[in-house]
């Protein structure tokens, strides 16, 4: 399985960003989805998840409100859609696939990981 994350770019505070991340190779074997981001010096940092089959979605509470995760399982593609960005969201945003149906929000929940796509948000 290989995953390809794609849509960061730099932004003002309270611009919107749609990250991708599509998936190749053995996509039946992924069941969930997530997205984790991680800051100039900190530690990586759950932000979003969803199970493909069904449709469940989880978010940490610093984004909640404000990031939306959605799927296209036709394209095997996981979006998410970053609205009233702060400068405290600028990160390396990645993507991760688990092969078990469930909302994880450990980065040890995912085994497969994409290359990650930078987001900057100025102030």
């Known amino acids: 399985v290989q995953l390809q994350a794609s849509g960061g770019g730099s932004v003002q505070a309270g611009g919107s960003l749609r990250l991708s991340c599509a998936a190749s190779?053995?996509?039946?074997?992924?069941?969930?989805m997530g997205w984790f981001r991680r800051a100039p010096g900190k530690e990586r940092e759950f932000v979003s998840t969803t199970v493909l089959s069904g449709g469940s979605t989880y978010y940490s509470a610093s984004v909640k409100g404000r990031f939306t995760i959605s799927r296209d399982n036709a394209k095997n593609t996981v979006y998410l859609q970053t609205n009233s960005l702060r400068p405290e969201d600028t990160a390396v945003y990645y993507c991760?696939?688990?092969?078990?149906?469930?909302?994880?929000?450990?980065?040890?929940?995912?085994?497969?990981w994409g290359q990650g796509t930078l987001v900057t948000v100025s102030s």
């Open positions: 991760a696939g688990s092969r078990r149906s469930w909302l994880g929000t450990s980065p040890h929940d995912y085994i497969y």
């Open positions: 190779g053995r996509t039946a074997d992924i069941k969930s």
